[in-house]
Every structure is written in C-alpha cells, then in structure tokens.
C-alpha cells in the first residue's frame, strides 16, 4: 500500500467510501456515519482552504518578485484571462449544443411538461413577464381544465428557503454597476480579506502589486523580505505535501458523508438520480468531453512532445482531489504541486496563473449553465431563439468571472442566467437534488482547465520543462 502513487490511494479512498456509504445507508448506519465519518472530510476541506490563501499570496509574490522582467507580468496576465475566457465560451458553447440535440427535458411525460408551461405562464402573467416564445396556453380553449386545475394548485410555486436566499443573492449581483467586479478586486482591510476565501481576487491583487513593488526595488534592500517570503512560501508547500499523506483517508470520509447525507437507503439515492437521469447524463456526458477530449487535446496539439496520456497522469491527484472536494479553491494547494512538480510549468507562471484560474475559471459551472437552463426550458415547454441563447452564453461568461470557488457557487450564476432570459428563478429547485454530486465533476473540469491553461502559457513564455512533464509521475 505504502509503495503506491498517491493519485492510486486517492481513487481507492474514492471507492471505498461510496461503498461504504451505500452499506451504510443498507445497514441503516447513516447517523453514525454523518456524526463519526463525515466530520473528518470537514477537517479536511477546511486544512486545504486554510493552506491555500496563504500559499496563494506567499507564491504570486515569491514568483512575481523574481521576475527579471516586469513588463513580461501584462504580457503574462493577458494571455492567461484571454485563454480562460475562451475556454469558457467553447465550454457553455458545447454545452448547448448538446442540450439542444439530447433535448432532454422533453423526455418526460408530455402532459406534465404541458401544467409547468401553464405554471410558468401563471408566473409570467404574475410578474408582468411576456412569455418569450409568443404562445399561449392559457388562452387556448383545448386546455382550459389544465388551466383551472394547475391555477388553483397551491404547491405549484416553488418557495423555498434556500432559493429565496439565492435569488436575493443574485439580485444583489445584478444590482452592481458595470465596473463593481473591478471594485471588487481591490481590498479595503488586507487581513479581512485573506480571512475570508470568498475574496481570493481581492488577496491576488494585493500580492501582484506586492510583489511588482519589490521587483522595483533594488536587490539589497529588498533581499531580506525575499528570503522570509520564500521561507514561509516552502513551509506551507510542506504542508501541502504533510495533508496529501493522508488525502485518501480523508476522501473516503467525504464522499462517505456526501452520500450518507443524500437519502437514507440506496433505493432513495437511485430514486434522486432517476428522476433527473436525462439532465444528469447529457451534463455529466459534456463534463467527461471537456476532461477527458477537450483539454488534453489542446495540450498535446500546443505542447509537442507530451502525450495526452501524461497530461492526464501528472494532474490525475489534483482531479480526484477536486472530485473530493467540490471546491477549486480548496483543491487549489494541489493543484500548484501537480502542475509544478509533474507538468515542469516554472512557479513564476503556476503561482501566478493558477490562483487566477481558481477564482475566475469556471468552465464547468459555465456548462451548467447552458444546460440547465435550456433543460428547464424544455421541461416547460419554451422553445428558446437563437439570440436567447446567446445571451445564455454571454451572460454564464461574464457571471463565471465573479463566482466564488467554493461548492454550488453555480447556483446564483445560474438564477442570473435564468432571469436574463425571463425565466423563474425558482426553478433552480428543480436541479437541487443532484447539484452535489454534479458539482464534484464541475469543479474537476475546473482545475483540469486551470492545469490546462497554465501549461499553455508556460510553453508559451518558454517556462515549460518538457524533462519533468514526460516524467511526472513516474
């Protein structure tokens, strides 16, 4: 056991633990498992997310601080936010056009699907909303009955405390000027920002210019700062690799507790994903494109000499951990280690790209999007335009850019999506019950994209060591 690579521990501690979370659910141990097992997954995330703001700031400011050649950083930070611009675009691109094709919200049964377009005319007409296809059903005689019977159903608007919460937080969002996002980034109190994860943007902002004053500085005054910086960048890099010893174990009680917390018997986990088995796999089967085609593939093409088998390899602990994890920021320590020390990208381009990459790449949440929203669509009976849809891939492009890195963030960028559209923002209740494991696979597509960009800009600035890559972890 002891002799196998840590990516391998890591996928056994992955099944382990939903195999024992299905034999706990069976054996109706769930209680136990939630207050016994679960806890140690906590400890886990909360270990990672504690490293890496620190790791964060120390790197970008060790790395941009031995830059030789300051004006090589806006050189650097264009290439960086255009590549992970553009990946986002291909990722709700494609994500459309899978949605589109599969239709799988017209798999369900025709006269349900029939009373939610009469529920969400109800809601338009309420709202003062034109429905956005010009059809009206409740107008049309044929379904006057459907029309009185969902009309004086009570349950069907969908009230919920968690979606009021979210709807409210992405009204917040919408509110903002056009140039908050910038507001944003620059910090009022440094240390209430590197206390709080959600403001990652505000901590990279503060160590770019940090560490762009101390390359303006001459050597000998800032030496000393230098060597504490790297000093204190080495012993959370150490922790980093301390954490990782015991990853495996930990992954078994997260996804142990994830599922544990899902239904209390196998039946009732089947029974969730059943319901949205159509939307589940046309996602799931744009998620898998993107890690397992789409990435690798530009890599291979850009990078010669690495294979796709290799890419895969060298990152494979930082996808099973962002599995685990359901949080890019958490993975986020990790993933600096795989792509430094088994993709041979310098610390200079890792320590500046990828904290950016985990805090404004979203290519899998921003799939999310367009399926999910084109889905609900066809579950209502709207037939969306081409311009709609657009403003889909338009506005999940600009809403990933401000989400935070933490788990089901997707949520609120998906109630901004909806709304600019008119449609009900409620209706992200709807994809609540598999949002949790999805959102395991978004947020591998996430770093596996950050790792991607991350070794095209490295190749790029001539900061890629080909030796390490096609070794990595061998």
């Not at 599995?323 to 958490?330: E, G, K, L, V």
């Not at 960009?453 to 790029?460: D, E």
Request: with cysteine; hydrophobic share 55%; proline share 4%.
């Amino acid at each position: 056991m002891k002799k196998l690579p840590i990516h391998i521990k890591i996928i056994l501690g992955l099944v382990l633990g939903v195999l024992y979370a299905f034999a706990s659910s069976a054996m109706g141990w769930n209680k136990f498992t939630i207050n016994w097992i679960d806890p140690f997954g906590t400890i886990f995330i909360r270990l990672l997310k504690f490293i890496a703001v620190p790791l964060v700031m120390f790197s970008i400011i060790s790395g941009i601080s031995g830059l030789s050649n300051v004006s090589r950083l806006g050189k650097m930070g264009l290439k960086t936010l255009s590549l992970y611009m553009l990946t986002t675009v291909i990722a709700v691109g494609f994500g459309l056009l899978l949605v589109n094709t599969v239709k799988p919200g017209e798999m369900i049964d025709d006269d349900q699907r029939v009373k939610n377009r009469i529920s969400y005319e109800l809601w338009a007409d309420e709202n003062g909303i034109e429905e956005k296809d010009g059809i009206s059903f409740l107008t049309d005689p044929k379904y006057a009955v459907i029309v009185r019977e969902v009309a004086n159903d009570s349950t069907r608007v969908i009230s919920n405390a968690n979606v009021e919460g979210h709807i409210s937080n992405a009204n917040n969002a919408k509110e903002a000027g056009p140039l908050q996002f910038i507001v944003e980034m620059v910090p009022e109190n440094i240390i209430l920002s590197i206390s709080n994860n959600r403001l990652m943007l505000q901590v990279i902002f503060f160590a770019i210019f940090f560490g762009l004053t101390i390359a303006l500085i001459p050597n000998e005054k800032s030496k000393a700062v230098v060597d504490f910086i790297n000093s204190i960048n080495e012993i959370f890099l150490k922790m980093v690799e301390m954490v990782m010893k015991v990853a495996p174990y930990f992954v078994f009680a997260l996804l142990a507790g994830v599922i544990a917390k899902m239904a209390d018997t196998p039946a009732e986990v089947f029974e969730i994903f059943k319901g949205l088995a159509s939307y589940t796999l046309t996602l799931l089967a744009g998620l898998l494109f993107l890690i397992v085609i789409f990435y690798p593939l530009i890599v291979v093409t850009f990078v010669k000499g690495l294979t796709y088998k290799q890419f895969l390899r060298n990152i494979s602990p930082a996808q099973f951990l962002a599995f685990s994890t359901s949080s890019s920021a958490a993975t986020l320590p990790v993933t600096m280690e795989c792509v430094e020390d088994n993709m041979g990208v310098s610390k200079n381009v890792a320590s500046f790209v990828l904290p950016i990459g985990a805090t404004v790449n979203m290519d899998g949440t921003s799939m999310l999007q367009g399926v999910a929203v084109v889905f609900m669509a066809q579950l209502h009976m709207i037939d969306l335009s081409m311009t709609q849809q657009l403003i889909i891939v338009f506005t999940a492009t600009l809403a990933s850019i401000g989400a935070a890195a933490v788990p089901s963030a997707g949520l609120i960028m998906m109630i901004i999506v909806l709304q600019s559209v008119g449609l009900n923002p409620a209706w992200i209740a709807i994809i609540f019950p598999v949002d949790r494991i999805l959102d395991m696979f978004r947020t591998v597509v996430n770093v596996t994209g950050d790792a991607t960009v991350s070794t095209l800009v490295a190749k790029s600035e001539g900061e890629l060591d080909m030796e390490v890559a096609a070794k990595g972890l061998d």
